[in-house]
């Protein structure tokens, strides 16, 4: 099959991989990067591309994370594609908080499941200082972490750089807070809250060192600009982990008619944000099924992770099959974050349990 040439403009992406591998993490410019997504290069270059820049980041390391709905349904805020929001009919009920024993039990779940991370998400706008419902979240944070089966991470809105302090101290070592889509796309699918009080949160994250997830939703009647513009904004605020979600439409959302993305364009939005975010831990979530039997090519275009387990309201594909995927491709699974030193450490130690992780602090650097 012939591919049209590529112009004469538009940098190659081995020639973006060269430069990223020499150290320049901003090879990439935004006008290529959106002329990337929109196609004007061949796919299979980019993936090779891609994947150049994983391997020399990650080797065969991936990361495995999971999460659990800590509190379903009911939320107030309007996202589109969300069926836990209270303004769409999806059959989603609103339920209390997981107990504290339950985050206990979800965790060992995902440690069984090749996780070093649980996510404990909860659909709400986040939650005021001093009340009753993040004190329970510190306290679930803490027993996760006290555990020790599994890092304790969270997905909770909105939060006070006070509450996320406290949220910190009680072990929690990451805080995700998706952006979704880029800027100019944000308000055709959230109107409730904007998108500078998101990037708010996120730096606010940051400030006190906690490791920041922010990723966002691919296949939401965005355009390729508004894809580029995702990845420039998350490169800016110098994130850590990125989480890309391809859209699973739900019946009764506002967004329940839209169309999967085909395979071949997953493919080429991941190695994009791979050769624009070479620094940072991209891992595949939610609407992976959509690839059908590429699933394995999500590596090989620059993923370094992915979401292991069921999803919030969606099932994922078997613990098993991934497992297994995994070994057949000559992957291992990874701790979250850059290699850390005190987890050896920790391992080696006769007097800690190596399934017990210690109390970690700031945010690592880059390897």
Not at 128 to 134: F, K, P, T, V
Not at 315 to 329: G, T, W
Request: charged share 25%.
């Amino acid at each position: 099959m012939q591919h049209e040439a590529r112009p004469l403009d538009l940098p190659a992406p081995h020639a973006i991989a060269d430069r990223v591998l020499a150290g320049e993490l901003d090879a990439l410019d935004a006008a290529s990067l959106t002329r990337y997504l929109a196609g004007e290069h061949d796919t299979w270059e980019l993936i090779a591309a891609a994947d150049r820049v994983r391997r020399g980041r990650f080797g065969n390391h991936v990361h495995l994370c999971s999460i659990v709905n800590a509190k379903q349904g009911g939320c107030p805020e309007d996202c589109g594609f969300c069926a836990q929001s209270k303004h769409f009919d999806t059959g989603v009920s609103a339920e209390k908080f997981l107990t504290h024993d339950q985050m206990v039990s979800a965790s060992l779940r995902a440690q069984a499941q090749g996780a070093s991370a649980l996510g404990l998400v909860t659909a709400t706008r986040g939650y005021e200082d001093g009340s009753r419902a993040l004190e329970h979240m510190v306290e679930g944070i803490r027993a996760v972490r006290e555990a020790g089966f599994t890092e304790a991470h969270a997905s909770l809105g909105f939060v006070s750089k006070a509450g996320l302090q406290r949220l910190k101290d009680a072990g929690m070592t990451e805080f995700n807070h998706n952006l979704e889509t880029g800027r100019g796309y944000f308000g055709e699918v959230v109107t409730t809250h904007s998108y500078d009080d998101r990037i708010a949160t996120i730096r606010h994250a940051r400030e006190l060192g906690l490791r920041t997830c922010v990723g966002g939703i691919m296949g939401m009647g965005e355009r390729p600009e508004h894809r580029a513009e995702l990845a420039m904004d998350l490169r800016a605020l110098d994130v850590d982990e990125v989480p890309i979600n391809f859209l699973v439409s739900v019946d009764g959302t506002r967004l329940a008619r839209s169309e999967p993305l085909q395979p071949l364009e997953m493919l080429r939005i991941i190695a994009c944000f791979r050769l624009a975010l070479p620094r940072q831990n991209i891992f595949i979530a939610a609407g992976r099924q959509h690839l059908g039997q590429l699933q394995p090519l999500i590596f090989s275009a620059g993923a370094s992770g992915m979401m292991i387990g069921d999803f919030l309201t969606t099932p994922n594909r078997s613990v098993q099959d991934d497992l297994d995927m995994l070994a057949q491709l000559g992957l291992e699974g990874s701790v979250c974050g850059a290699p850390r030193p005190e987890l050896a450490a920790a391992a080696a130690s006769p007097r800690a349990p190596v399934r017990r992780l210690p109390v970690l602090g700031a945010r690592p650097e880059l390897a």
